[in-house]
């Protein structure tokens, strides 16, 4: 269950075998299923890693979450109101339409969506936040910012996590939150996509395809 090759990194041998004991003691249903926890580690290596986006913990509705920030299930129906605000700026920057809220084409192309939470009971949004996962994502941070990146850090409680980004050749872009409350202050018209990939090109990287 634990991404191979991410499996170095100090959470696993330290916080993982914890958190794993409360999941297994906790009678509600925990989402995303078991199997999925780590999805996004498991879909990139740590020196395939091109960009982070980094999420708050996993949609709280059965179904819904698969491991992925801010991604869903490609079937949901209607997509979580965040997603669709990152889905109307990403047309107003690139007049890009996606067909619906699956974002693995996104990591296959080296987009890290990580969570700082990696499960959440259902129907309480924020339920295992205290849970130790966080250590996971600044562990995450670190490793990655070895080298240059680009960081999306959408609200808040990602901009927390900006002190374990370590100083080097990185985009960073900090913005208000995609959600409904906060959208308007900031997250639209930020422009987010045309940066990243603008960035990549000055690196002679090839840019992400937000459509796929």
């Avoid at 129907?123 to 994502?137: E, I, T, V, Y």
């Avoid at 995450?140 to 980004?165: D, N, Y």
């Amino acid at each position: 269950m634990i991404p191979e090759a991410w499996a170095h990194l100090p959470f696993f041998t330290n916080d993982w075998p914890r958190i794993e004991t409360a999941l297994r003691a906790d009678t509600r249903q925990i989402l995303p299923p078991a199997p999925q926890r780590f999805a996004a580690l498991e879909l990139i290596a740590p020196e395939k890693v091109r960009v982070v986006i980094l999420g708050q913990d996993p949609y709280p509705t059965p179904g819904h979450a698969h491991g992925l920030a801010f991604s869903v299930e490609p079937d949901i129906r209607p997509l979580p109101r965040s997603l669709n605000n990152i889905y109307k700026e990403l047309q107003a920057d690139l007049d890009v339409t996606r067909p619906d809220g699956d974002l693995r084409g996104w990591a296959q192309q080296g987009v890290l969506l990580l969570n700082t939470a990696l499960s959440v009971p259902a129907g309480d949004a924020g339920g295992h936040a205290k849970l130790g996962w966080q250590r996971l994502a600044e562990e995450v941070l670190t490793e990655i910012s070895a080298r240059p990146c680009a960081f999306l850090l959408w609200g808040g409680h990602a901009q927390k996590l900006r002190p374990h980004i370590r100083p080097g050749d990185h985009l960073v872009i900090e913005t208000a939150h995609p959600s409904p409350l906060s959208a308007r202050r900031g997250f639209f018209g930020s422009r987010p996509f045309s940066r990243v990939n603008g960035w990549l090109a000055a690196r002679g990287d090839a840019p992400v395809d937000w459509g796929r």
